[in-house]
């Protein structure tokens, strides 16, 4: 898994390419946590490049989510493919979480 971050004032764009699956939840949440401590209030997961996601992968979206909340932020999902959208409905964390079908359509949520 690669990470790429774009900041925009209290808005963290996340952009996830690969596979966020095993230990790599684990280092997306330390970076963005770190990042939070930075002053980022609300967080954009870019997920169109994602390929996989596992149990652990979701848990720490959700994770992200509610630490945002606890922020007064928010957490959002940009982008998912056909696929990773099933997993969110099948699952139904995508009652949970906001999912946009791409970074654009999320940072105007969030303007």
């Not at 930075?38 to 996989?52: E, M, N, P, Q, Y």
């Amino acid at each position: 898994m690669k990470l790429r971050f774009e900041e925009h004032g209290r808005i963290c764009v996340v952009e996830i390419e690969g596979e966020l699956v095993g230990d790599s939840p684990d280092a997306l949440l330390r970076a963005c946590r770190e990042r939070a401590a930075d002053g980022s209030r609300d967080f954009i997961l870019d997920v169109s490049a994602t390929s996989t996601v596992d149990s652990a992968g979701l848990e720490a979206m959700l994770d992200l989510a509610d630490a945002a909340i606890e922020r007064r932020g928010r957490c959002l999902i940009a982008g998912p493919e056909t696929s990773l959208r099933t997993i969110f409905d099948i699952t139904r964390v995508g009652e949970r979480l906001e999912v946009h079908d791409g970074v654009a359509a999320a940072t105007r949520v969030l303007r």
